[in-house]
């Protein structure tokens, strides 16, 4: 069993999940069966949890897991764990969704395991606009575990530069018979990056 847990998340002692096989990571992935979160947000760790099958649990349950394991009403006996090797019921510490989830995120099923969503990206292509053509490492691996690819554009490029990426993803994505190119970026970033140079990018993109 493989927990992820983000920052700040409350634990149960190192030794007490070590003494049960528990391994607590930091990074999402394949390797994940259970997602420790407070609350279900749009985040891309929680989408690779969910692309990986993983469960999003409160970390009560975790703490619950430890109990089960490490409580005996005889020391010379075998924990609860340890002899029905049943965990705790995920259903039972389903986390509540965030207030700030766009409507279309707000249905139980987005958030529960489906094995479907494997290779979700699979023939799309990827073009991220960005300050420095910086994107952060969880996303670009949300994209890498889903199937798809990704370049990055560092705006300060200009926008003839800009022009040139986008008729090169295109064409990538066509020859690659690909299902088509997402242009991402946060707009109202990118205007205040740009200032008045920032028509020329989002003129290029309605072309």
Request: net charge negative; proline share 6%.
């Amino acid at each position: 069993m493989c927990c992820f847990a983000p920052p700040k998340t409350p634990l149960p002692p190192f030794e007490h999940c070590s003494s049960l096989g528990v391994k607590v990571v930091s990074t999402a992935g394949p390797e994940v069966t259970h997602h420790l979160t407070q609350s279900l947000e749009g985040t891309a760790a929680v989408a690779i949890s969910i692309l990986c099958s993983a469960e999003l649990v409160l970390p009560q349950w975790l703490q619950e897991v430890i109990r089960l394991g490490t409580t005996a009403e005889d020391a010379n006996r075998p924990s609860e764990l340890e002899q029905e090797f049943k965990l705790p019921d995920a259903s039972q510490y389903r986390p509540k969704q965030s207030q700030d989830l766009p409507s279309l995120l707000k249905v139980t099923d987005a958030w529960t395991v489906n094995e479907s969503r494997k290779n979700i990206f699979k023939g799309w292509r990827f073009l991220f606009a960005c300050k420095k053509g910086e994107v952060d490492a969880e996303t670009r691996r949300l994209v890498e575990l889903a199937g798809g690819e990704y370049e990055c554009f560092d705006v300060s490029g200009g926008a003839s530069r800009w022009e040139q990426s986008l008729s090169r993803n295109k064409r990538k994505a066509e020859a690659d018979g690909e299902k088509g190119l997402a242009v991402v970026g946060d707009e109202d970033a990118l205007r205040i990056e740009l200032e008045d140079a920032s028509e020329p990018f989002f003129k290029a993109l309605r072309k």
